[in-house]
């Protein structure tokens, strides 16, 4: 197959030795066009997952922080007030 851009012999390869460019492409004649309503709901679904996924990390770092203020309390609490961190 010979490069449609800098003219190089590649033989049966998909791209070009020399340049890089894709020696194919893809065929749309066999894809059915999307209506608007379609497409508007693929994106509701799309949005729907990212706002999830912020959800999930909002709600892990408000469990990280208050689990850390139980333990904290804890160590408080069984050390009689006085927690040292550092060795201080």
């Not at 010979?2 to 894709?22: A, D, L, M, Q």
């Not at 065929?27 to 996924?53: C, F, H, L, P, Y």
């Not at 990280?64 to 550092?86: H, K």
Request: a positive charge; charged letters at 20%.
């Amino acid at each position: 197959m010979i490069c449609p851009r800098c003219k190089t012999e590649n033989g049966n390869r998909t791209v070009c030795s020399n340049c890089g460019y894709f020696l194919y492409r893809v065929a749309n004649q066999n894809v059915q066009k999307r209506t608007s309503v379609e497409r508007a709901i693929d994106d509701t679904k799309i949005m729907g997952k990212s706002v999830w996924k912020v959800l999930r990390v909002v709600w892990i770092g408000i469990v990280m922080i208050v689990l850390s203020f139980w333990i904290l309390a804890l160590l408080m609490w069984l050390t009689g007030g006085e927690v040292s961190f550092f060795g201080a």
